[in-house]
């Protein structure tokens, strides 16, 4: 969220997260990183094998890999440095900090708790749905939505 500190605020540079691509190769990074130094290109590819709607197939798409990576790194969540060792070229090594750790544990609650919405939600339409017009299932999905997210 634009003007917010990140390091106060929970899931800030999320924005409005809904189910977009953005939010999930945010959340795989940390998740990730929490439990293993990686390089960025490793990352990636782990992105693609287990997301692959979101693969780094192409330039454009592993440009914003990396777009993600530097904002994480910007808001102070994750840190990156040069591995100089080896035959090849440089390459960055991404790591977690501590304030990435806590934002990884609210991602999480945020998704169990998104879970659980779209679980009830599932559920009703299941129950309900055959039973009702079109219209009636938007009109009750949008009740059913409003208030398991509290509105």
């Known amino acids: 969220m634009r003007g917010e ?3 106060t605020t929970p ?6 997260i809904g189910m977009s691509p953005n939010f999930w190769m945010r959340a795989w990074v940390l998740v990730s990183l929490s439990r293993q130094k990686s390089y960025g290109y490793e990352l990636m590819n782990a992105i ?3 997301f692959p709607e979101y693969s780094a197939s192409s330039p454009s798409t592993m440009g ?5 990576l530097r904002m994480l790194e910007t808001n102070g969540f994750i840190t990156s440095e040069w591995d100089t060792t080896g035959t090849g070229p440089a390459r960055r090594i991404y790591d977690i900090t501590p304030l ?3 934002e990884t544990e609210e991602i999480v609650r945020y998704i169990g708790q998104t879970k659980q919405v779209v679980d009830r939600f599932v559920g009703y339409i299941e129950e309900h749905g055959e ?4 219209r009636e299932q938007k009109s009750e999905a949008r009740s059913v939505l409003k208030q398991a997210v509290g509105e």
């Open 48 to 50: 693609s094998r287990l």
């Open 100 to 102: 990435g750790r806590k």
């Open 131 to 134: 039973k009702l017009s079109e």
């Open 5 to 7: 500190n990140c390091h």
């Open 11 to 16: 899931m800030c540079g999320f924005g409005n």
């Open 64 to 68: 914003n890999h990396y777009r993600i």
